[in-house]
């Protein structure tokens, strides 16, 4: 029972991170329609930034804002440079480019920083504090759900509380009427790709110690998790990528737990693929509304 | 002639290769409403969009108070006061009704007014008021309809595009919206220029009919004259 409830709680301080992680790739499917392959590549880039400013200032916390705002540039750039040049009526083409910039990452960051596992520190201990002889939650555990919860909440803020989160949805959902009503919607989609990067970015901080440390490849099997996370609950649904992305790590933690690490892809790729047979749209698929 | 709000000069505009609007030539007084008409396929809608600036004119230019609308960006036009609403009105389905009407004022730097303008749609069309926290695709037609125009007055425009505004709806509310429109430009001088099938309704209240056939004008003359004309309305509406 004791490792029931402590794997219950791995599971959920990983999954609090597939589910910030498929939140990124949400918040990209709404605003552009599409599914961003290069996000675990480009957070993965953020991650590097901050281990050269923390290797050059001796401070964390530096490299940890690092990396976030250069996620956001990063998004925006991506969105700038790239994804805006690309001819979108066929949805493969950005798919294609996505995946195009996963290699080109990882060879400029294999060139710069080399393949080798580099260490990725902690802020905070990862050694479980025992509550009556029960191993429960690290520090960092609690970092990360704490991390996670504040983004999610400002997230929320942001998109239905603010005139800036009104024009990005009204962009996503009409763009042309969006346009008509003054809108900048070029600049909002720039804005949703900065976001989600920044988010991914992240992400990216917080999964990466727990697993082997930095990697121009670190990121790939998480970003599996995360889509299948986003894929759960549904690319259209920011809910949905947090329950789906909870429900991911809760799935992980007990397979690695019970039945061995080595099984973690495979059950990663189990679960997608039932996923994408029994339920297509996500648990959180909203009903088609009727288009007006 | 000077003092018009809105003039198009030789204007000729397309989707790709395929020209739709041939040497189009239309001139909008202030404080009036003018009326497209003609059969479908006849260039109104594309008219309109390539007034708002969705479509690049491939000849011809566009005056907006004697200034020429070329490079000005479609997100601009709002802020010179040109409201557009689309075929189909484009209400926003997934946003709530107070979404869709704060989003039509989000441009406007006095806040007060804005606020002000919201407050007065809500009086104007009182079911939207109710409904505040409908999204777009719960309303009704009607409903719909009176969003997509409150949402437009928001902005407060000097100039209203309107893009079949009768299209679906029911008799009465066209009705309805055509006296509306009347009754804007006779207490607040709104200038409306609007496309639409539904001839009869459109010329009651129109100052100006301008008809359009195979992305012509064919015709563009007082509505009066084309309401009481049975020899010119027999000659290009056919009826």
Do not use: C
Request: proline letters at 5%.
């Amino acid at each position: 029972m004791d490792r029931f409830l402590f794997l219950t709680l791995d599971g959920l301080s990983r999954g609090a991170v597939y589910a910030a992680f498929a939140l990124a790739l949400v918040l990209i499917w709404r605003a552009g329609r599409i599914v961003n392959f290069a996000q675990g590549a480009m957070a993965v880039a953020a991650a590097y930034v901050a281990y050269s400013v923390t290797a050059v200032t001796g401070s964390y916390w530096l490299g940890f804002g690092a990396a976030l705002l250069a996620g956001l540039l990063l998004g925006a750039v991506v969105d700038v440079a790239v994804m805006r040049l690309v001819d979108h009526r066929s949805p493969l083409n950005p798919v294609i480019v996505a995946l195009g910039l996963v290699l080109l990452i990882q060879a400029i960051l294999g060139m710069v920083y080399g393949n080798e596992y580099l260490p990725a520190r902690t802020p905070f201990s990862r050694t479980a504090l025992t509550v009556g002889g029960t191993a429960v939650l690290s520090p960092y555990d609690l970092f990360v759900f704490a991390t996670v919860g504040v983004v999610g909440a400002a997230l929320v803020w942001v998109f239905t509380r603010t005139a800036i989160g009104l024009r990005m949805r009204a962009a996503a959902f009409a763009p042309e009427v969006s346009r008509l009503l003054g809108v900048n919607v070029g600049g909002m989609l720039t804005l949703g790709w900065a976001l989600a990067s920044g988010v991914g970015a992240l992400a990216g901080m917080l999964v990466i110690p727990t697993e082997l440390g930095l990697h121009p490849h670190a990121m790939d099997l998480v970003f599996v998790s995360a889509f299948t996370a986003a894929v759960l609950g549904g690319l259209d649904s920011p809910p949905g990528a947090v329950v789906g992305g909870l429900g991911v790590g809760l799935l992980l933690s007990y397979v690695s737990g019970y039945a061995g690490g080595d099984l973690i892809p495979l059950a990663v790729l189990a679960l997608l693929l039932t996923v994408l047979l029994l339920r297509p749209g996500g648990l959180f698929a909203p009903v088609a509304a009727r288009r007006v | 002639m000077a003092g018009d709000l809105l003039t198009a000069e030789a204007l000729a505009a397309g989707y790709g290769p395929v020209p739709v609007l041939h040497d189009v030539d239309l001139r909008v007084p202030p404080g009036t409403i003018a009326a497209v008409i003609g059969a479908n396929g006849a260039g109104k809608t594309t008219l309109l969009r390539t007034l708002s600036g969705m479509l690049r004119p491939t000849a011809g230019r566009i005056l907006l108070d004697g200034r020429d609308l070329r490079g000005t960006p479609v997100e601009q036009l709002v802020r010179r006061g040109v409201a557009h609403v689309p075929e189909g009105r484009g209400v926003i389905g997934e946003l709530t009704v107070e979404e869709n009407l704060r989003l039509g004022a989000l441009w406007r730097r006095d806040r007060s007014d804005a606020a002000r303008a919201l407050d007065e749609v809500y009086q104007l069309f009182e079911p939207l008021a109710s409904r505040r926290r409908h999204l777009g695709h719960q309303l009704s037609g009607g409903e719909r309809q009176m969003l997509a125009l409150g949402r437009a007055l928001v902005g407060r425009p000097r100039l209203l595009l309107l893009d079949e505004p009768s299209l679906g709806l029911a008799p009465r509310v066209v009705a309805q919206t055509m006296a509306l429109l009347r009754q804007l430009r006779d207490d607040t001088g709104l200038t409306v220029l609007l496309v639409e099938q539904n001839v009869r309704s459109a010329l009651a209240v129109a100052d100006q009919g301008i008809v359009m056939s195979l992305g012509r004008v064919a015709l563009a003359a007082p509505a009066a004259r084309l309401r009481d004309d049975a020899d010119l309305r027999h000659a290009y509406l056919g009826f």
